[in-house]
């Protein structure tokens, strides 16, 4: 049952028409209940021993991240040992992300940790580059001992209807991670419909992601509540049609413990406890990691410690 | 597992009383029949002593209104547009207060009446304060308010109802006697206190609670000029009858047999949440309530499955949890009723399905529940259940669905799900209900007009037509 569907989405990939028509077909998504169905479980009240284990939770699931024009490997290497050590008995992040220069200085700090190394790539945050450069930005990731790859959709073509070369990138640059896992980042955003998310998520699955990821973060609106709502719906649906389970990042914009706690909020009911764990779920952020600390003090103490006391890597 | 830790809203900003009186006059006053007690559904706990109106009480609350009717009707719209708006400030202020009043009496989960019946209530108090000074303008001429309005309400949306009634009545010059369901006594009675608070002129308001008898007094008297009734069609009936022959005018919103029409093309994430959100909104106790299910045959499967996995993650317990989205069933009386359709529902050979579900052991509790192979001849698809309990039916063609959806004796709403927008608009001019909704349900606003075809009764509420039930047009 499972191989035969597997087929038939393979065959999906024949050709652009063939792309379109399955993309095309999926079914559409209504904004205004997408929305609603978000703001309703946003409105959730997570409290004292709950709250304990989202926000343990929340930090195993970090992707903590660094990706400015200004990174150094100093720079690097002082987010790399925050993310081994975020506080006292709170658990390590899942990943740092950097650029492909810099992950030789993160897998050099995070050796033997535990924390995996994930690199953007594919001339990110844009994508505008030849698929010679992304792949060879891949390959330069993927030698510097990246464990994950986070790569860009070209949005430009997939707006334009150009299904199958956003397909073949995203095959080649899977072919160039080795062992790396792959994120696709989809930069919903850009995208614009909740129609182009879904579609886009099936898209990046059908390709052999092993991750949809919401943006890249330098982009408004990023991860939305809505657009990971609606990516948790795609991973759940095909997994349900293929047997394969595909991990969801959503990223950009998530600052607060809050916000974090209603992204988990959204994952515990649209897919259940599969996918409660770093393996299937991150959260990409830079900020977000303090708040979480600074909360989970807060609960154990009964106090909140000023902004001081929570180290600026 | 991810577990939510109990979030119980705090019961400490409401203060219930042993006992409350009637509101005539102004005033809380006691009253001549036997008082009876109000529970809270989902712990069978006596909350208070409720006094009960008998047709003495009556008589004297609709004096005065009769008194009052003299001043408020005279009052430039202007004047009577202040008193709206405070009262819907008031609201608003102690809108938290409500909320836990609403959830504790009626058992409806304190998320949706802190986010559906309170917002709303303050919503309809603005949008007919609005009207006051404007009703000129309303295209029914120089039309004068009607007198005194006898109204009476259900359990289901207690304040909810009784704004939906009383702020149209005010807002066009008339005075108003009404009688709060007998479950669900304790926000009318604040609202009581809000027109103190407002400093509403006395006798512009009457509140008389009490059992159908009390009702039924508040109908037949002679001075009230105006009837208006929500509840089950069987009362309406009744008091279509008592009304009959006299020169009072009257409203109906009675029960509903909604159809929630599902096309294949249709948003199925969305639908299925419009679907749960139908049936399950206020453990299906909604007039309009979709409680029919017409999926089209080609996507039943999906829809389904996707129907079930939705539904077992629903959390029914404590009202006053915040997490919680199925209360308890407001009394004994509804819980038997349901327990007894549904059982007919299994016994005429329909599939019985519900999710494992715990239910407190105290307390009027019903799981959620699905009815798959129903056909129309089942009493599950033709009666009002008035509870969580959906059945749902299959069709093959556009035609099939509006002739199925229209087989009932009832008309007050249905819902249609198609991302096809022309298919919306030959479904709505074909459903005879009240309101059709498209690619959503159970959607209120104080702009829109409410109201039925057929045995769901006549007249509407809400919107510009809603003027029209309370002036002498």
């Known amino acids: 049952m499972v191989s035969t569907v597997t087929t038939s989405l393979a065959d999906v990939a024949s050709s652009n028409a063939a792309l379109r028509a399955f993309l095309h077909g999926l079914p559409g998504v209504d904004r205004v209940g997408a929305d609603q169905r978000a703001a309703m479980l946003g409105t959730r009240s997570i409290k004292t021993t709950a709250k304990a284990q989202a926000i343990d939770l929340a930090i195993s699931m970090v992707d903590l991240t660094t990706l400015e024009g200004a990174d150094t490997p100093g720079k690097v290497r002082a987010m790399s040992t925050k993310a081994m050590h975020p506080g006292e008995g709170a658990p390590r992040v899942a990943a740092v992300c950097v650029y492909p220069d810099l992950v030789h200085v993160a897998v050099e700090t995070l050796k033997g940790s535990g924390v995996k190394v994930a690199s953007v790539s594919t001339a990110f945050p844009s994508g505008r580059s030849s698929l010679e450069v992304k792949v060879s930005d891949t390959a330069l990731a993927v030698a510097a001992g990246a464990d994950e790859i986070d790569m860009v959709i070209d949005r430009g073509a997939f707006l334009s209807g150009d299904y199958l070369k956003v397909y073949e990138e995203i095959v080649a640059v899977k072919a160039a991670c080795g062992d790396a896992h792959l994120k696709v980042i989809l930069e919903t955003g850009e995208l614009a419909t909740y129609d182009n998310v879904r579609r886009a998520s099936w898209l990046a699955m059908i390709a052999g992601g092993d991750f949809i990821k919401t943006s890249t973060g330098k982009v408004q609106p990023a991860a939305t509540l809505p657009v990971t709502l609606i990516m948790l719906e795609a991973v759940r649906d095909f997994r349900a049609t293929t047997g394969t389970q595909i991990g969801v990042k959503p990223a950009g914009g998530i600052r607060t413990t809050k916000d974090a706690i209603k992204m988990l909020v959204l994952v515990n009911e649209t897919v259940g406890d599969d996918w409660l764990s770093p393996d299937w779920f991150r959260l990409g952020a830079s900020t977000l990691l303090n708040d979480l600390l600074m909360q989970r003090q807060k609960l154990t103490t009964g106090r909140y410690a000023g902004p001081d006391y929570f180290t600026l890597d | ?473």
């Not at chain 2, 077992?312 to 004994?332: C, H, M």
Request: net charge negative; glycine share 10%; proline share 5%.
């Open chain 2, 1 to 473: 597992m991810f577990e939510y830790a109990p979030a119980p809203e705090s019961r400490d900003v409401v203060d219930i009383k042993s006992s409350y009186g009637l509101f005539i006059d102004g005033e809380f006053v006691e009253g001549s029949g036997k008082p009876f007690k109000t529970i809270d559904p989902a712990t069978e706990e006596k909350l208070a002593e409720i006094a009960s109106a008998t047709s003495d009480d009556v008589d004297r609350a609709v004096q005065s209104a009769r008194k009052a009717f003299g001043v408020w009707s005279q009052l430039p719209g202007s004047e009577r547009a202040k008193y709206l708006f405070r009262i819907a400030r008031l609201i608003q202020e102690r809108a938290r207060e409500l909320a836990v009043l609403e959830s504790i009496d009626n058992g409806k989960p304190i998320r949706e009446s802190r986010d559906v019946d309170l917002p709303l209530v303050a919503a309809h108090f603005f949008y007919y304060a609005g009207w006051a000074d404007k009703l000129k303008y309303a295209g029914y001429g120089d039309a004068r308010p009607l007198g005194v309005a006898g109204q009476v309400i259900p359990w289901n949306f207690p304040l909810l109802m009784l704004a939906w009634k009383i702020a149209p009545a005010l807002a066009c010059g008339n005075t108003v006697v009404l009688k709060p369901a007998e479950t669900t006594p304790l926000t009318a009675l604040a609202f009581a206190e809000i027109c103190q608070q407002a400093d509403l002129p006395p006798g512009v308001v009457n509140i008389v609670t009490g059992a159908g008898q009390t009702g039924a007094a508040v109908v037949a008297h002679p001075d009230v000029n105006k009837v208006a009734f929500t509840g089950s069609t069987e009362v309406g009936r009744i008091i279509a009858r008592t009304v009959a022959g006299t020169d009072k005018k009257l409203t109906l919103e009675l029960g509903g047999k909604a159809a929630n029409i599902v096309f294949d093309d249709a948003a199925i994430d969305q639908a299925v949440e419009g679907i749960v959100n139908g049936i399950f909104f206020n453990q299906g106790h909604v007039c309009c309530a979709g409680s029919r299910l017409l999926v089209q045959e080609s996507v039943y499967d999906v829809v389904l499955e996707s129907l079930k996995r939705r539904v077992s993650t629903l959390r029914v317990g404590d009202p006053l949890d915040k997490n919680t989205d199925i209360g308890a069933i407001n009394s004994a009386e509804q819980l038997a009723k349901i327990r007894e359709l549904s059982d007919a529902g299994e016994a005429e050979g329909a599939a019985r399905w519900s999710p494992a579900c715990e239910l407190p052991a105290k307390g009027f509790w019903f799981a959620p529940t699905l009815f798959t192979e129903v056909a129309q001849s089942h009493r599950i698809a033709r009666e009002e259940i008035f509870g969580p309990v959906l059945s749902v039916l299959t069709f093959r063609t556009p035609a099939e669905a509006v002739e199925k959806a229209n087989n009932t004796p009832y008309g007050l709403s249905a819902g249609v799900w198609t991302e096809k927008g022309s298919r919306i608009l030959w479904m709505a001019d074909r459903l005879r209900a009240g309101v059709v909704w498209a690619n959503t349900f159970n959607k209120f606003d104080p702009t829109s007009p409410f109201g039925g075809y057929k045995e769901s009764g006549y007249g509407r509420e809400g919107g510009l037509r809603g003027l029209e039930a309370y002036l002498d047009v």
